[in-house]
């Protein structure tokens, strides 16, 4: 598992409106790849953009092309609803389905796409998905209790492991932490670095020393001003993008002078 | 504050010169003043109008306004201006909520005692074929109500929820505004209205002076959907995006997202809501008089024939009561009352509905 991703020329926009406007990037699998940048500078449009969840705002659309495994995900033939599928997501707020119990919560992929699984089996994911989560001995004694008994942090666990569970080849986190405290934040950075033998991860964050604590490659976003498109600015491993950039804004704002 | 301050690292924080107090509180009225205020009120306008001649509805209303001039000048004395206003607001919103309970008390009190007399089995088991006078039941009325609402149920509800998950799903622009404009119109017509509609439909169809539980039921639901349709609506849009996104990101596709997320999700709003509509429309006569007319036997099929309706029931009991007027009402009481029941047992039903529906939070 894990797929390489090669974005190029890719504008992204809302209606008539460019947001993010000309990225080239390359997404090495089995890495993690953090997305830094001010805020409003389309970081997490673009990533939303890498599993076509951006189109579902009305009147969204991208031109360009994302290319996995030989395919253009934007293809005319390519069913949105497959690239979600190998291409999993988890959001800034964590947002288990109310109506559900934890162990259902996980299973909601496969659920709510009416597939049918044998017991062993569904319990066998469950376990799964929730070890690879981190989570499975927190909550092993209550699996039939709702998803929204956890705390904040569990709940994004929860939800990772919600997405881990239809196994995709890639997962796309926007902002995994920032609603949670610190020592939820160090189990959810502890588990990407595990998840990265999987997977191919891309994280957005506003938290330059996450960024440099759990990424291999850091790409930096910014936006010249206001109602203008964001731009990537640079793309190189993260030691050197913290430590040696070769464009002078992004040595600002990994240093803390703007942003 | 006339000594020079000196610096501070020199010499310790001189102690603050002490200000006037500050008073937490004011003098207040007794706990028994609005009684008081109030009895004495009722007092005087019980003296003023054994002068010029007494009426309880005079007294009542000149009690609550004299009354209301003593507390609020007393706590204007006493209490100052802002307790006096305030005051003032209490009584406003108590007299207020006391208006507003007044119909619904008389109602409740009216129908319960005038309705007792006739509340018994005979009332549920019997219909009205043959009896003349005493006795005789509204056994008919009561199923044919049923089976009317609940025909009406079974088309506004589908039609009525598909509409909102257009509305809250997909439609956007002049379409969506379309619908939601007529929606709102439609909301407004009168019941009556409806009622001739299903008629003239009918009528085109089966020729004049058809008369079937069908076309009440399809009055009902004319007027029935734009209740489920925005009930249903603002169910939907109290769904939080997130969760749709997340569904998405699962790979799900949109239409299984409504059904087993959304949808899912609002159940609970909904039901109760489509419970309310069903509350609201189970006591419409005039349709049901153009539409369904009445009968004094038991019909049983909405596609054959006149059937009884609780609301049309009373009316016609009330309204032609046949050779031994008291018996007639008696039973037109009996009926509003079983009908106040049914609302009754309907609203209860949605709160059970909605209590096991609902997300649970632990």
Redesign the interface.
Known sequence: MGKRIDVSDLDIYYGDFLAVEKVTMVIEPRTVTALIGPSGCGKSTFLRSL?R?HE?I?GAHVEGKVVMDGQDIYGSDVDP??V???I??V?Q?P?????MSIAENVL??Q????KRMRKAESEELVERSLRGANLWEEVKDRLG??G??LSGGQQQRL?IA??IA?QPQVLLMDEPCSALDPISTLAIEDLIGELKQDYTIVIVTHNMQQASRVSDETGFFNIAGTGKPGKLIEMADTTTMFSNPSQKATEDYVSGRFG | MTEVRAPETATPPSPPVPSAPVRLGTRSLPRWAPLGAYAAGAAAAGALLLVTGFSLAGWVVLTALVGTVLLVGASRAVEGARKATDRLVTVLVTGAFLVALLPLVSVTYTVVSRGAARFDAQFFTYSMRGVVGEGGGAYHAIVGTLIITALATLISVPVGLLTAVYLVEYGRGQLARAIRFLIDVMSGIPSIVAGLFAFALFTLFLGPGARLGIMGAVALSVLMIPLVVRSTEEMLKLVPNELREASYALGVPKWLTIVRVVLRTAVAGIATGVTLAVARVIGETAPLLVTVGTTTSVNLNPFEGRMASLPTFSYFSFTQPGANPQFAVERAWTAALTLVILVMLFNLLARVISKVFSPKAR
């Open positions: 599993n969840m579902v009305p609803v497959d979600r599928r190998s999993g997501m959001f707020r947002n288990p389905f109310p109506t909601a992929g659920r709510l796409n009416n209790r709702p929204s008994s939800c919600r997405a239809v």
